[in-house]
């Protein structure tokens, strides 16, 4: 689409759209064929591509190869900018990963990204209450996790639980508004200690021990908000280990 208008295009696919990657797969089978008939070991998925030497002469040498095959076989254009050589001590960037020695992490730029979606599914001034952003919120965090658990992550899911349970937290002071709904949420919890008058609009009380007191963490599993925490993490980390 340009300008508003719908263009017909005879080549290439649109960006981000459901059928590109199967037929990036389907047009790169020449180049998987190619490279297996050569001895060169590569993982592919979609346009993304590792190519893997014993050197980094190897390296140069197999990028030349793979260059030559992609744009002057394929007709294609290698992106100059995010090809590189590298080695797992300095850690691999694919698709979302860190491949070091012994384990797998996710890439910050990726833990930035999904902090920034949760951001916008959680704005502090907006009529929607807090059951209805656990609605919203729990495909992206299941799809997340889904995706990410395979890395060693179990540090970084749990602090972005925590961040996201706080985020949560400040959306129902600021539906509270006032300290008496808090005091009320208190008793209800069973708390007999002596309230305190705090603001409902200051980030910093969100963490507070008395609002996480009136609203701990089993005030969440109630509203159904999906937890990191619970999934198993790991995976691909281990199945390297023992490899």
Known sequence: MRDGVWETKEIGSPQGGVISPLLSNIYLDHFDQA??????????YADDILILART???????QQIATAILEGELKLVVNRAK???TDVHKGVAFLGFIIWPKRVSIHPKRIEKFKARIRELTPRNHGMNVEAMVEKLNPVLRGWAN?????????????????IRRRLRMKQMREWKGWKPLHKALRRRGYKG?????S???????????????????????????????????????STRSS
Request: positive net charge; proline residues 2%.
């Open 56 to 62: 980094r002469q190897e390296a140069w040498r197999y």
């Open 147 to 163: 995706y990410f658990r395979l890395a060693d992550c179990k540090t970084v899911f749990g602090q972005l639980m925590a961040w």
């Open 83 to 85: 090809t590189h050589l």
């Open 35 to 44: 490279m297996k008939d050569r001895g060169i070991r590569i993982v592919r």
């Open 194 to 198: 002596e309230f305190q008058k705090i």
């Open 200 to 238: 409902m609009f200051r980030w910093r009380n969100s963490a507070s021990p008395l609002i996480n007191m009136a609203l701990p963490n089993s005030w969440f599993d109630e509203l159904g908000l999906t937890n990191l925490n619970s999934y198993e993490v790991g995976l691909l980390s281990a």
